[in-house]
């Protein structure tokens, strides 16, 4: 797999820096760029322009050149700026629109899951960055893999997360004769470079659509969303699933959450919710909560 290394360097007169890339752009000569608006065939230049500090941007065949304003120093930010520059890089950013760097081989492997009707398709890079879950066509307008995906009369449901996409199937079929076929098609597709989530998806909150706005929670119920958020979730998503809280009964001290994903619908999750979950909010939370209960299991 090709890796991107991004060399900064602070020019004499401190107003430029310098970011040599280890890899050729494709571009024939040098082009400066003094706004977000002229760059709007660039994504990589414009990404720069969306950095406070960012005057000028100089695209060479090799690098970038960025002319700061006098807001502050180079040596403050150029480490960072260059990490950024690296990762966009790395991550399959365009430089310009019609031209992409060397294609960066994918891979794409299928993991089993709790859920037997849910398999987990892993990529070797990052897919999103925020939680989307779609439970038909009609809900994958900003949602393109998504969408592709639903073409396959066998999805059922589709759940995406980091670097990895969750598919439900229907129960006519088994995964052993169609895991081959959409596991390539989904490698396809992003070794192709094509949109996976536009950027006008809404992306997933950390509790229900239905729940209070996080700031107006009780005290418990934002010790409940922590303990979820920083404990539960990564145990869950490495099932390809995801939790939601929905809700805390204050006279009951009953907890009440959604499932998504592998977690949705799986014959386990009961013994989930008790053993794991449950068990883990009471040790963390004496005397606070007494049940743990799904919307949706």
């Known amino acids: 797999m090709s890796h991107f290394i991004v060399t900064p360097f602070i020019k004499k007169d401190n107003k430029f820096a310098l970011f040599t890339v280890n890899a050729s752009f494709g571009i024939k000569e040098n082009k400066t760029f003094n706004s977000v608006e002229e760059a709007k065939d660039f994504p990589l230049v414009q990404q720069m322009f969306y950095l406070p500090f960012v005057k000028s941007v100089e695209l060479m065949n090799n690098g970038l050149a ?14 960072e700026v260059g990490q950024e520059i690296q990762k966009y890089l790395n991550d399959g950013g365009k430089v310009t629109a ?38 038909s066509i009609e809900d994958t307008s ?30 006519e ?41 996080l700031e107006k929670l009780d005290k418990t119920s934002q ?31 009953s907890v009440q959450v959604v499932l998504q994903g592998a977690c949705s619908g799986c014959p386990s999750s009961t013994i989930t919710l008790k053993n794991g979950i449950e068990t883990m909010l009471k040790e963390m939370l004496p005397g606070k909560v007494a049940t743990v209960t799904a919307l949706n299991g």
Do not use: C, H
């Not at 969303?225 to 009951?252: Q, R």
């Open 173 to 213: 079929v088994e995964w052993e004769t169609i895991v081959m076929e959409v596991r390539e098609f989904i490698r396809a597709y992003i070794e192709d470079g094509k949109t996976i989530i536009s950027s006008a998806a809404p992306a997933q909150e950390t509790f229900s659509s239905s729940a209070t706005p």
């Open 98 to 135: 019609a031209l992409d760097l060397k294609k960066i081989p994918v891979t794409v492997y299928a993991e089993s899951t709790p859920n037997p009707s849910v398999m987990k398709f892993v990529a070797n890079k990052m897919l999103v960055d925020a939680v989307y879950e779609f439970k």
């Open 142 to 171: 900003t949602a393109p893999i998504a969408a592709a995906l639903f073409q396959f009369p066998f999805v059922k449901e589709i759940f995406l997360d980091t670097n990895y996409i969750s598919i439900n199937k229907k129960e």
């Open 223 to 253: 010790e409940i969303v922590k303990i979820i958020e920083d404990y539960i979730k990564p145990a869950v998503a490495s099932d390809g699933g995801n939790i939601l809280f929905d809700n805390y009964n204050t006279e009951d001290k």
């Open 66 to 79: 960025l002319e700061r304003f006098d807001i502050l120093d180079w040596k403050d930010v150029i480490d």
